[in-house]
């Protein structure tokens, strides 16, 4: 029997892109019954947008409410189907095999998280299309437990930028945290992987998403990830966490000379020390004071609420 499948989507300020999302995602050749917004802030949501999307559908929350983990999981808990596909409002698919794809991978019973490939946009920068095809390579590959000595926590790595969660197992594992500043997708897939599942990487499912972050955008994206891994070692503890950026690093330098633009290489270096700074910085966030805190993280709102400080 054919799985059924589901979109949800946060959103936050929906513009053009996100009516292009939805036109291509009623385009899939494998359809999809209900596309599901989670918006943030109704007064911030144009309603028009619905009239020409019969499958889309959106429910409120106020930016007091929102959470990375928790209005996924609220999303995820609305939907009957079988598979739930999880995307940003900014990541178009690339044409419409995406959702097929995505659903085909789950014909091995072990697979209960697949995740796509990542596409540069015309204006993504040298550097940054390079991290996007060594972090999103053109061949797919399945993870479980066994690949941990290898991998270390990538591992662990599906992005909610573009993945497919099976239902059944992500109500039987509790799915998503419900406070987390983010990476809330692969603090699940860490579950996953420990309970004896599979995350499959799908090449064949493409979407089209980069950022052109500055070394200081990097530097909060990355005391965010550490922190969200410090505050769960149940998954990421003892884990090996570092090897694969040093290889990412080595290896972006080597094709700044190999492409004939060493300039790029300083790119490079202050990318890659804001990232490396800002991560080493997010493991201590216990012991630094609440102005430093604030300073470093790109979410204040998750530190607002007494609790996470």
């Known amino acids: 029997m054919k799985r059924t499948a589901d979109v949800l989507i946060p959103v936050y300020h929906p513009g053009k892109e996100l009516e292009q999302l939805l036109s291509l995602l009623e385009a899939q050749d494998y359809p999809v019954n209900r596309i599901i ?7 911030c949501f144009p309603a028009e947008i619905l009239k020409d999307h019969p499958k889309a559908e959106v429910h409120h929350v106020t930016k007091a409410e929102f959470d990375h983990g928790g209005t996924r999981d609220q999303g995820i808990r609305m939907s ?71 991998l270390g926590i990538k591992t662990f790595f599906c992005s909610n930028v573009c993945a497919a969660w099976r239902r059944d197992k992500y109500l039987e594992l509790g799915g998503f945290v419900k406070r987390t500043i983010f990476n809330e997708d692969m603090i699940y897939a860490g579950t996953i992987v420990k309970k004896g599942g599979k995350i499959a990487y799908c090449a064949d499912a493409q979407v089209v998403h980069s950022h052109n972050y500055s070394a200081l955008e990097q530097f909060h994206r990355n005391f965010d990830l550490a922190v969200s891994q410090t505050m769960h070692p149940e998954i990421f503890g003892g884990i090996r966490s570092e090897s694969e950026g040093i290889r990412l690093v080595k290896k972006s330098l080597s094709y700044c000379i190999r492409i004939g633009k060493p300039w790029l290489m300083i790119q490079v270096v202050t990318q890659s020390a804001g990232k490396l700074l800002g991560y080493k910085l997010g493991q201590q966030y216990e012991r630094l004071p609440e102005k430093v805190i604030l300073a470093c993280t790109m979410n204040r709102k998750f530190w607002e609420k007494e609790e996470n400080l």
């Open 37 to 43: 917004l989670m918006n943030t802030e109704e007064a």
């Open 80 to 150: 009957d189907a079988d598979v739930v596909i999880c995307m940003t409002q900014d990541a178009i698919p690339a044409d419409e095999h995406m959702a097929g794809a995505l659903l085909k991978t789950f014909d091995d019973p072990e697979v209960w998280a697949a995740y796509a490939r990542q596409l540069p946009k015309e204006n993504c920068r040298e550097v940054e299309k390079y991290t996007r095809s060594f972090n999103y390579p053109e061949e797919s590959r399945i993870k479980g437990k066994e690949d941990l000595p290898i």
